[in-house]
């Protein structure tokens, strides 16, 4: 598939929505750094926002202040910031990143101006018809089941740390969660007897998620013979999952054992926890699993979003047929 071009995002000529309330009378943000201040606030307090969302936009957001105080000068109030502005700020930066990145600018410049409307700072929310750049579909790599049940294997349970990683990949692998939600996962979120794991996603969202036998057993040896020889009596965290010195498992050691056990299950392409989470996905759907389910099941939001496991498995099936077909 081709990749995206950079082009610069264009303003639409399609009508603006309803019309918007005046602005209050109450005094607005002064600048326009005080009014980033104030919505990274509300991202962080009311959204929820996970710490690695809150600094990209941040960063997002400094770099547009810093081109619009470079034309409207330090005390720039935001009421003054139009279309034309983000239009200029969006074709500055086209030539320099690639489409995804443009995107996300695009989404972060919205979501600020969309925010001060709401709050009657502005009057008009002029990225309103601001449109981004065009993004080519990236199709999820994938883990074979054979790869799967060999990296699975490949942690041993001969030690704690064996049982811990084993536990871990288990966990990943059965319930679809993100790398963040397992090592947030706490003892009072497992209900192993019901097989059934509660996860806390993005903004806070609850899901619960059934659990096979092979997770379940997986965590219940980590749980009783594992964590306690990590924990070493400690007064540990409430965390499942634990660092050989029986605190928190970070998020860079999941990345490094889940490495170092793909090594050793025969894995040298480029590996991560995600990739266990589309695998997931699409066994589930080439199993015979409702999309629906499948979207519930990984906690997102958006259908559309879930809907590229479907690709996949169309790419997996025109695969097969070019390859056993006699007439493909």
Not at 23 to 49: M, Q
Request: charged share 25%; hydrophobic share 40%.
């Amino acid at each position: 598939m081709a990749r995206p071009g950079r082009r610069a995002p264009v303003a639409s000529s399609g009508p603006r929505s309803s019309p918007v309330p005046k602005a209050r009378s109450s005094p607005a943000v002064d600048g326009l750094d005080a009014a980033i201040d104030e919505y990274l606030t509300h991202l962080k307090v009311e959204r929820r926002l996970r710490p690695n969302s809150l600094a990209a936009y941040a960063q997002d957001l400094r770099e547009l202040a810093g081109f619009i105080v470079g034309r409207l000068g330090e005390a720039a109030a935001v009421d003054r910031i139009d279309a034309p502005l983000l239009l200029a700020y969006l074709q500055t930066i086209a030539p320099r990143l690639k489409a995804r990145s443009q995107a996300r600018r695009v989404v972060a410049l919205r979501g600020l101006f969309r925010w001060l409307r709401e709050e009657g700072q502005i009057a008009v929310d002029p990225s309103q018809g601001l449109s981004s750049p065009r993004l080519a579909q990236k199709l999820p790599d994938l883990l074979s089941r054979d790869e799967v049940l060999r990296l699975l294997a490949a942690p041993g349970v001969e030690d704690p740390l064996g049982l811990r990683d084993t536990a871990l990949l288990e966990l990943l692998y059965a319930s679809g969660c993100r790398v963040s939600e397992a090592i947030d996962l706490t003892l009072t979120n497992l209900y192993l007897d019901q097989a059934v794991v509660r996860l806390i996603g993005k903004g806070d969202k609850m899901r619960l998620v059934p659990l096979g036998g092979p997770a379940v057993a997986a965590l219940h040896a980590w749980l009783q013979t594992g964590r306690p020889a990590l924990a070493k009596g400690k007064r540990t965290s409430p965390l499942v999952f634990l660092n050989k010195h029986g605190a928190r498992l970070s998020r860079q050691g999941c990345f490094q054992k889940l490495r170092e056990h793909a090594i050793t299950a025969g894995i040298t392409r480029d590996i991560s926890p995600h990739k266990l989470r589309h695998s997931f996905a699409t066994h589930l759907l080439e199993g015979g699993a409702d999309l629906r389910a499948v979207q519930t099941l990984l906690g997102h939001a958006d259908i559309a979003t879930t809907q590229i496991y479907t690709h996949v498995s169309d790419a997996q099936l025109r695969g097969a047929h070019r390859k056993h077909h006699p007439r493909a």
